[in-house]
């Protein structure tokens, strides 16, 4: 089965799929009366919300000191009727819906709605992640994603930003990734290393020698092999990034819900494949969504669903059945869950200076600046058999003290005096079949599509995964990027796509 395209067929929404011809078809059937009923119905909507603010103001200045207001604001409330509703208001969702509308025509109009159940994001891998961008992967899709997303990130104000709104700063920390590798992995380091440079990567191997000469402070010994990115690599600021897009995303009509879903309708139709086997193909038709302090739950009518809920995306295909149902069609789960990583922040006055990159040392462990003055971030991922608990966020200080810090010691010396100041831990959106992204349509639930399980890798591919699935969605294929490879049928046939250099 192809990916899908959308398109609409009078008032009512169809999904073709893969079919260009008969996207176009539908669309020449489209009642042009009803759009622009549909249109002037939303400016009348838009128009009556901007009087209730300015209404709302005005008691407010009436009635100093109190949160009164005659009249609630349904700012927060979802549509009846959306053609795109994205599930997680996460850097992901907002990119998709950023790129949905940056790429739509006037044919393509399409009103695109974003339900977050959390507008604090208290829980949610963006805002707690460590900011870091790299082209050191191993898979080619990786690395153009990631140049794609430094591109976009050094172009940021072309991108997102707003007339008369302010220039955004990303704090983007041009500083590089140095990979260190052992006796043993020094030949992958250096395949990948390859690849790297081959898809247009700026990186260089360097010697143990050459490596103490640029960085005095890193004990060499047991080094083999180190990579140091010379350009489009280091960190920057996570909030700002999914602040713009948000910003961005509403000033383009993308509407805003606080609400959660928590379930969906959808319609079944039986089909006979090739081989004359009966399957199920679903259809979302409505998307339920649990608003705050409401029993009640709305119900919105959409064309399309973009399961963009980070960690908790596999829940949400479970309201669809993905993950239920007999061998070869449903069973097979959307194989995300959260894993819980922690974050130390450390102080060293004599620690690695304005030159210091994000260092991942070939133990696992890895450390960057945090600002000046002697910060500094890092941490671990555990192994399979040290995965905590992930009910809550709390962070397990032994792990610092008795697994991460010796191995920082060990390779900084001068860290051997560094103070723990404080620490978060936040899920990775971990893929447990490969640790890459699931990017694209489902198979057998027709108008479904997915940007999860990205690993720890999510924020820096976010641009690249907008603008693929935005493609998708308009366009029924992948234009400027091909990341078919990341499709949900993978799991399915069991057909991995391995990425050597997951962190
Ligand atoms: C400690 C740590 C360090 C990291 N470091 C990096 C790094 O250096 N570089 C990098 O590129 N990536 C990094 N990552 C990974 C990156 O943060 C994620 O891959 C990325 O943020 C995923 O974005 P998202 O929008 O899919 O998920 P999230 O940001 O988690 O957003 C998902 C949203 O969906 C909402 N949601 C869930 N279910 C529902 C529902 N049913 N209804 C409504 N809303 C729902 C949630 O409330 C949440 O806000 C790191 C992650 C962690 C935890």
Redesign the pocket.
């Known amino acids: 089965m192809s990916a899908g395209r959308l398109c609409r067929k009078g008032s009512c929404l169809l999904l073709a799929r893969g079919d260009p011809v008969l996207g176009a078809t539908a669309w020449k059937h489209k009642s042009f009366k009803t759009y622009t009923a549909a249109l002037k119905q939303e400016d009348f909507s838009k128009l009556i919300s901007t009087e209730m603010v300015k209404i709302q103001k005005k008691a407010k200045e009436a009635l100093p000191g109190s949160d009164w207001s005659p009249f609630k604001s349904m700012d927060h409330l979802p549509p009846e009727h959306a053609d795109v509703v994205i599930?997680?208001?996460?850097?992901?969702?907002?990119?998709v819906a950023y790129w949905v509308k940056k790429l739509q025509t006037q044919r393509t109009t399409f009103k695109v709605v974003v339900?977050?159940?959390?507008p604090s994001?208290s829980?949610?891998?963006?805002?707690?992640?460590?900011?870091?961008?790299?082209q050191q992967f191993s898979r080619p899709e990786n690395i153009q994603m990631?140049l794609f997303?430094a591109d976009f990130l050094r172009n940021v104000n072309d991108y997102l930003g707003i007339e008369n709104g302010d220039r955004i700063d990303i704090q983007f920390n041009p500083s590089g990734y140095l990979f260190l590798s052992s006796e043993k992995s020094a030949e992958i380091l250096e395949e990948n290393y390859r690849v790297q440079r081959e898809q247009g990567a700026k990186v260089a191997l360097l010697s143990p020698d050459q490596l103490k000469k640029k960085f005095p402070w890193i004990n060499i010994q047991d080094v083999a092999l180190a990579s140091y990115g010379l350009e489009n690599e280091g960190?920057f600021d996570?909030w700002t990034l999914?602040n713009a897009f948000r910003q961005k995303a509403l000033s383009m009509g993308v509407l805003h819900c606080h609400?959660?879903?928590?379930g969906f309708d959808y319609v079944t139709r039986e089909m006979l494949t090739a081989e004359g086997d009966s399957i199920n193909l679903k259809r979302i038709k409505q998307v339920i969504?649990q608003t705050q302090n409401s029993l009640e739950t709305q119900h919105v009518e959409c064309m399309a669903v973009v399961n963009?809920?980070?960690?908790?995306?596999s829940?949400?295909a479970e309201?669809v059945g993905i993950g239920h149902g007999n061998p070869g069609t449903y069973e097979v789960k959307l194989p995300v869950e959260p894993r819980?990583?922690?974050?130390y922040m450390f102080h060293c006055p004599n620690g690695p200076g304005l030159d210091c990159p994000?260092l991942i040392d070939s133990s696992g462990a890895y450390f960057r600046r945090e600002g000046l003055g002697g910060n500094y971030i890092g941490?671990m991922s555990p192994t399979e058999e040290e995965e905590p608990d992930t009910s809550n966020l709390d962070v397990d200080h032994n792990y610092f003290q008795e697994k991460v810090w010796p191995l920082l010691a060990h390779r900084v010396p001068v860290f051997e005096s560094l103070k723990v100041k404080s620490a978060?831990?936040?899920?990775?959106?971990y893929n447990t079949f490969d640790q890459n992204?699931i990017i694209g349509a489902h198979p057998l639930v027709q108008n479904l599509y997915f940007?999860?399980g990205?690993?720890?890798?999510?924020?820096?591919?976010?641009p690249a995964v907008g603008r693929g699935l935005a493609e998708l969605m308009h366009e029924g294929r992948f234009i400027t990027l091909n990341l078919s490879c990341f499709d949900f049928k993978r799991v399915i046939i069991q057909q991995p796509v391995l990425e050597r250099n997951i962190?």
């Open positions: 599930v997680g208001g996460g850097i992901m969702g907002w990119s339900v977050e159940r959390d994001y829980h949610a891998s963006t805002v707690l992640s460590a900011g870091g961008i790299r990631s997303g960190w996570p999914l609400g959660e879903v928590v969504v963009t809920a980070g960690a908790w995306s829940k949400v309201m819980k990583r922690y974050v994000l941490g978060w831990a936040g899920y990775y959106d992204g940007a999860c990205f690993s720890g890798h999510g924020l820096q591919q976010a962190v």
